[in-house]
């Protein structure tokens, strides 16, 4: 479709709920999946234009109204949603976003800790009001990322050609693998939480919205933390969220534990760089800066 075509499609679509918006008013992005567009009242309409889309929306839609009734957490709410459940909108949470942004925000210590101390408020929130009976029947009990280790092993020969770092690399995840999950450490968690998923103010840093719910699982809470491991010896956004979530959820958080799941994700990113030359940004990161990410994750 052209994006014309598409803009003209999400207007249908949104006059089927009573949203009068025209076809050029609607700034329209579109994946094979969706098409999306930031109305002009500021909320964002998603129409799902695929088989996967219409799962994802569905699922999304029903995990936020689970989050709206259990906790006061930050994020988007439903508006609106179509008859045939194609069609939602969302409230746009307001703040700033971006992961270069925050990630550049959060290059400061202190302002690290800040934002790792909200960070650890919002997961020790999302992880006890949830229970088992609102989501575990219908959301995966295992997270998306990291891949399989037969997925693993068959891209990074044509990454890198260092055998060494390959066969650390597939330890990690056959250990990752075999690990077990205390029962008492399943919760929902959100499964992608960092800086690229988040809205924060300016000034004060505090976390006024959580997004991109679609990696939502019933799992070991400690996958929440992953993200949160940063370069260097110094760790201030992990440690920060660490020391507010443990004395509000009682649990302890194993660092270890987290750094694995950490080299386990940067493991799969680099795998993930197949057909990609080495100087393209991929997810954000080079070769090299992938190549860095996984050789510190992994001595670490």
């Not at 690229?196 to 699982?217: K, M, P, Q």
């Amino acid at each position: 479709m052209t994006a014309n075509a598409d803009a003209e499609l999400l207007s249908e679509s949104l006059a089927s709920t009573g949203i009068l918006v025209a076809a050029c008013d609607l700034p329209v992005e579109a994946s094979a999946d969706f098409i999306r567009a930031r109305l002009p009242d500021g909320r964002v309409g998603w129409l799902a234009v695929s088989p996967a889309g219409r799962m994802r929306l569905a699922t999304e839609g029903r995990l936020l109204r689970v989050l709206a009734r259990r906790t006061d957490l930050p994020v988007p709410r439903l508006a609106a949603v179509s008859a045939n459940g194609d069609l939602q909108v969302r409230t746009l949470l307001e703040g700033v976003a971006g992961a270069d942004a925050l990630t550049a925000i959060i290059c400061d210590p202190a302002r690290a800790a800040r934002i790792g101390t909200e960070l650890g408020l919002v997961l020790a929130q999302l992880h006890t009001r949830v229970i088992a009976a609102d989501v575990a029947n219908w959301l995966p009990h295992s997270p998306e990322w990291p891949e399989s280790g037969e997925w693993i092993g068959r891209r990074l020969p044509e990454v890198t050609d260092d055998a060494s770092l390959r066969a650390d690399c597939m330890a990690l995840i056959a250990r990752v693998a075999a690990m077990k999950v205390d029962p008492a450490d399943r919760v929902l968690v959100h499964g992608d939480l960092g800086v690229h998923n988040i809205v924060a103010d300016a000034s004060s840093l505090r976390v006024t919205g959580v997004f991109d719910w679609e990696a939502a699982c019933w799992a070991d809470r400690h996958i929440d933390f992953r993200y949160f491991v940063t370069a260097g010896s110094s760790q201030p956004l992990l440690d920060a969220a660490i020391a507010a979530y443990e004395p509000v959820t009682g649990r302890k958080i194993s660092r270890a534990r987290v750094r694995e799941y950490n080299a386990a994700i940067a493991v799969t990113y680099l795998a993930f760089r197949v057909g990609v030359s080495a100087a393209q940004r991929w997810c954000g990161r080079t070769l090299a800066q992938d190549l860095a990410w996984t050789r510190e994750a992994l001595a670490a």
